[in-house]
C-alpha cells in the first residue's frame, strides 16, 4: 500500500513554470513505475510522463515533451514534474499515480495507486 500526495499547482501566466510534486507514505517510491496525469474539464484523464521503478527511464507524451521534466527524489521519497513554457491548453487537475508493473506504462488503469490532485491553470 502506498499513498499519495500532490502539490505545486496553481495560477500561472503562459510561459511560466510550475513544479508538482508527489509524496509517497507507506512504501518507497523505487519499487514502483510513478506517472503523472492530467484531466481538463469535460475531459478524459491523459497521461503526460512517467518514471520506470528501478532504472528512472522516463516517458513523455508528445504534447509535453521537451517542455515537461519527470525525476525522483529517492531520499525525500517524492516524484517532481518541472513543467516549463506553460500553455493554457495544460490548464488541468494533474494526478501522479503508482503502479508495480514493468515497462512503460501509459494507462490510468496501469497504475494502482492515485494522489487526490492539484490543480494547474495557465492563464493566456
Known amino acids: 500500500q502506498v499513498q499519495l500526495v500532490e502539490s505545486g499547482g496553481g ?3 503562459a510561459g511560466g ?6 509524496a509517497a507514505s507507506g512504501r518507497t517510491f523505487i519499487r514502483f513505475t510513478v506517472g503523472w496525469f492530467r484531466q481538463a474539464p469535460g475531459k478524459e484523464r491523459d497521461f503526460v510522463a ?6 528512472g527511464t522516463t516517458y513523455y507524451a508528445d504534447s509535453v515533451k521537451g517542455r515537461f521534466t ?7 521519497n517524492t516524484v517532481y514534474l518541472q513543467m516549463n513554457s506553460l500553455k493554457p ?3 488541468a487537475v494533474y494526478y501522479c499515480a503508482a503502479g508495480t508493473g514493468w515497462g512503460t506504462l501509459l494507462a490510468t488503469s496501469d497504475y494502482a495507486y ?6 494547474v491553470t495557465v492563464s493566456s
Open 11 to 13: 495560477l500561472v501566466q
Open 17 to 22: 513554470s510550475l513544479r508538482l510534486s508527489c
Open 50 to 55: 512517467t518514471i520506470i521503478q528501478s532504472g
Open 70 to 76: 519527470i525525476s525522483r527524489d529517492t531520499v525525500k
Open 89 to 91: 491548453e495544460d490548464t
Open 114 to 119: 492515485w494522489g487526490q490532485g492539484t490543480q
